[in-house]
């Protein structure tokens, strides 16, 4: 049985490269919903693709890069890419700050324009970023700072403060 | 099994990643088409969240969850346990299970094998205890709530006294039920299948997201014996209930006129077994009403009824396994206001361990009651808070007291007052934590004060690795018998309490360490080592011809030593596994063989406890809507010594692996059917009963 044990441990140890999150899957079906019914962008940012920026390592960026390949947002296709830092951070209508990046918040809000910030740690709402990803009772919710909507430009449905866990 | 395969497999499990149940495995596309507000009722209890929600626990501690439950296809709360590092579950007959965390059973060998029951463990629904304080342990079969009713089971390996109470000795069980969801919500499943097994629950809820919700649940399960056999000590074989209503043996009287006598080994069957052939027949209601006006006031009342009728090993009396009973009723109150936190509970009821026999048949009520506060300043937490416990067990409603019937006469009472304080330090960028949990039991029997306490710190290397480390002190509550007994076992012999005896108290220190090597793979490594002290034993007294067997305390002690591994991945999105297993050792000093001879003791290892106990779980969504999980769970070798004859017989078990299988697919949207397969292959799990064979079964799950 043992040696049968081992087996399936090496298998699954190799296996395990495969990396999939289930979180990251539920986080990236958040943000479609967000950018495909709550959220309005300025008309000059509805022509072009819909850039939806990661900055740090995450596994949210492989989500979003499944994501692109079978949706979009109105006529726009759906890019996701990948900021290294917040230095490199270019044009997006979406930027997703990693946990490991969260230093670099004031820098990365200073550097977009038009963009919805998100997080996944409480200190993000705290420092500006519109929506703030937390788990209560195993189950997806999410914080919501309208005035940090508001201020970058965009439109927001007030059905998304009545969902939200926080929104004040 | 061989060391070096042993060895082979712990490095095995220690490479590898544990699964996790699929939560919400549906299909991305799916999703996408789904509102926010259904996203917010989809589990989402992935690797990375259970590291996320146990990664910083400061306890080796494991949590279930319902759908890892309901994937395994566990049929009952028992079986459900085997999903679980470091417990030890045993299926003593179809549907009933022996179920230990870690070990320290079966000491000193006794008369009675109430000496195998898990006493160590503290076992909890909603924060409400549930142990019998007769002689200790918990009556799995007697609860009100089935699988269905299960939100997660939270499991803590190691003493948890300080910060649980007493009994809280090898660990936690805590069962947190399940509540409606922003939708009012019929929950449930019915299953049935060969050995007569009928299963149905079902729930009701109204909606959460009112300040006002409420639910009600009912279960119901029936069952058939494995076999029809019953073993009968006195002939040392088997035979079918139609047999025992007319066998007899003989036996040599121990006080003059010391004549052979023949007498029939029950007096009446049906008395004994008022339910044939049946292994298990329980029913369950429960019900609660939650009010939570704001983020700060959360009050739940929970109320429900049980009855069963279980065919067990609770003591190893004339035939076994013999039939135990249980009827009662419980009220739960927990209230958070603000930063106080009130629990109050209520159980009563009516409890037989051996149907037929009015010495073990009683009523009893329990009262809890705990006031936790808790102040904040800056990185200090405190936590002061107060409890109150009370069981009062009568059997006065079945034996006068004039009657040499009746474990103990009249009334008997367990009261115990508890002061408690909890203090958590955070350092160093909260990196660094502390804590210390302190708690002050006082008992009315014995009159003594009993100090428990657990120091842990864990320590964040980095976000994704977590060493912990803990030192804690624990201890066993008193129990009725040992306390209050005052039966006659055999004229002029009599078993009686002690009130000045010491309570079981364990030592342990533990470490562990967690990594998250990616978000989909996680290990969690915990080294414990314990030793234990003031194990009970009977022992011969009163003068002339030492005519009382009294409860006593033996100098025995005994210290484990032990690891326990446990991984988990997610292979794909669709394809999840995990594997665990616990390598211990168990030493005994200066342990009574034979209680019969009280002043011979010896040393060696225990050997009930297995060395190696674990398993695994795969579950794969391998096509749209279908779901499989495989599921296998392994114990070595085990003995248990046990009088016979005024002999002690180590009874031998084999390894035993037991693999369980469910496939399902949903009709229509959650809702399922399902195919069952328990135990394809499985061995005898518990001495003198017989191999758990084949279940197969066919059902739906219930999802609107």
Known sequence: ?168 | MKKSNLYLGIIALILLTVGVPVHGQKATDDLYTMSLSDLMNIEIVSASKKAESNFDSPLSTTVLTRQEIINSGATTIGEALRLVPGLIVREETNGNYDIHQRGFDNINPDVYLNNTENTFSLVMIDSRVVYSYFQGGTLWESMSIDINDIERIEIIRGPASALYGPNAVNGVIHIITRRGEEKAAVKGHFEAGNFSVMNGQLSVFTSSASKLSAGISGNYQVRDNYSDLYYVGRKADYYTLAELDTLTYTVRLPYPPFTNVKSKVLDDVDKYYPGGNKSLERYGVNAYLNYKPNEKVDVDLSAGTQNSEGQMMTMQYVTFPSTRFSNTKYANLTAKTYGLTTHISYTNGEQNMVVGNPSFHYDFRHLEGTMEYDFTFKSLTLRPGVSYQSAIYDVSNYVSSSSTDGYFKGEATLNTLSGTLRGEYKVFSDKLRLIAALRLDKYNVPDKNYFSYQLISTFAISENHMLRAGYSKANRSPFIISNYADYTYFPPYKIIGNQDLNLVTQNTVEAGIRNKWAENFQTDVEVFYADMKDFETTSFTGIPMASNIQYVNSGTTANQLGVTVNAMTYLTRDLSLKVYGTYQKTDMVDYIPNFLTPSVTDSGPNKWTPSFYGGMAVNWVFIKKANININAYYMSKQELNTLVLNVITAQKMDPTMVVNTRLSYKIYKNNEAFVNIRNINGGAQFPYMKPAELLIMGGIRIDI
């Open chain 1, 1 to 168: 049985m043992l040696t049968r044990v081992l087996l399936i441990s090496v298998f699954t140890f190799l296996s395990a490269l495969n990396l999939f999150a289930q979180k990251e899957k539920m986080q990236s079906v958040y943000v479609f919903n967000f950018i495909s019914k709550y959220v309005e962008w300025p008309a000059s940012e509805k022509s072009g693709d819909f850039i939806i920026g990661v900055l740090g390592n995450s596994l949210i960026l492989d989500e979003f890069r499944e994501l692109a390949k079978t949706r979009a947002v109105g006529n726009q296709k759906i890019v996701a890419t990948k900021f290294n830092s917040a230095s490199d951070i270019s044009k997006c209508h979406v930027l997703f700050i990693a946990k490991s990046k969260l230093d670099e918040i004031g820098t990365a809000i200073g550097k977009v324009g038009n963009t919805l910030i998100i997080t996944d740690d409480e200190q993000g709402i705290k420092e500006g970023v519109a929506i703030n990803f937390l788990v209560v009772d195993n189950k997806q919710r999410f914080e919501y700072k309208p005035v940090s909507a508001k201020s970058r430009g965009l439109i927001v449905s007030p059905e998304l403060a009545k969902i939200a866990l926080n929104s004040n």
